[in-house]
T-cell receptor
Framework: AQSVAQPEDQVNVAEGNPLTVKCTYSVSGNPYLFWYVQYPNRGLQFLLKYITGDNLVKGSYGFEAEFNKSQTSFHLKKPSAIVSDSALYFCAVRDKRGATNKLIFGTGTLLAVQP | DSGVTQTPKHLITATGQRVTLRCSPRSGDLSVYWYQQSLDQGLQFLIQYYNGEERAKGNILERFSAQQFPDLHSELNLSSLELGDSALYFC????????????FGPGTRLTVL
């Protein structure tokens, strides 16, 4: 079965420090991976995706993610956190079965950035 | 703003009732997806339409149905509502095919009393 796992329910980081939100995946074949962010009472916003190519993917708001095939991971990173990064972050993988492009989401990680 | 609109923003109704949630995709997007977000189930895919036709079904109950109209807007119909149907319902859209990202609407928060 295809799935993604986010092992941390919450990540706390001080403003100005680097942040990492972890994601591991389990898929057959090459994965198509995505990160989304959800602010309170808002929909999900697309941050970045990995389809193929360079293992380091740059996205919106200064975020980047590193695809690691040997560790089946796709961790989200930012060099310097800011308070407004505080939100719920979702990792997702595209379901490659059949003709659908549906996304399978992880359980989400709440990022709290302390001033 | 993702360009995906959903109405209504909030919906409060009673058990046994039927409601309709509406979604307008981004201009040019042919695919529409419906997801349910709840505390116990997380984000779950319900159903996908592509250019008016059903493309894929996920964990969608038989009491739920959806359709996509010729103008590409979509409606999700929820009937015989139960307390456990209370959730955030998101619509997303994407361009046709491939590995394009999905753009999500602001969601409809359904409360069943």
């Amino acid at each position: 079965a295809q799935s993604v796992a986010q092992p941390e329910d919450q990540v706390n980081v001080a403003e100005g420090n680097p942040l990492t939100v972890k994601c591991t995946y389990s898929v057959s074949g090459n994965p198509y991976l995505f990160w989304y962010v959800q602010y309170p009472n808002r929909g999900l916003q697309f941050l970045l995706k990995y389809i193929t190519g360079d293992n380091l993917v740059k996205g919106s708001y200064g975020f980047e993610a590193e695809f690691n095939k040997s560790q089946t991971s796709f961790h989200l990173k930012k060099p310097s956190a800011i308070v407004s990064d505080s939100a719920l972050y979702f990792c997702a993988v595209r379901d490659k079965r059949g003709a659908t492009n549906k996304l399978i989401f992880g359980t989400g990680t709440l990022l709290a950035v302390q001033p | 703003d993702s360009g995906v609109t959903q109405t209504p923003k909030h919906l409060i109704t009673a058990t046994g009732q039927r409601v309709t949630l509406r979604c307008s995709p981004r201009s040019g997007d042919l695919s529409v997806y419906w997801y349910q977000q709840s505390l116990d189930q997380g984000l779950q895919f319900l159903i996908q339409y592509y250019n008016g036709e059903e493309r894929a079904k996920g964990n969608i109950l038989e009491r739920f149905s959806a359709q996509q109209f010729p103008d590409l807007h979509s409606e999700l119909n929820l009937s015989s509502l139960e307390l456990g149907d209370s959730a955030l319902y998101f619509c997303a859209s994407s361009v046709a095919g491939g590995n394009n990202e999905q753009f999500f609407g602001p969601g409809t928060r359904l409360t069943v009393l």
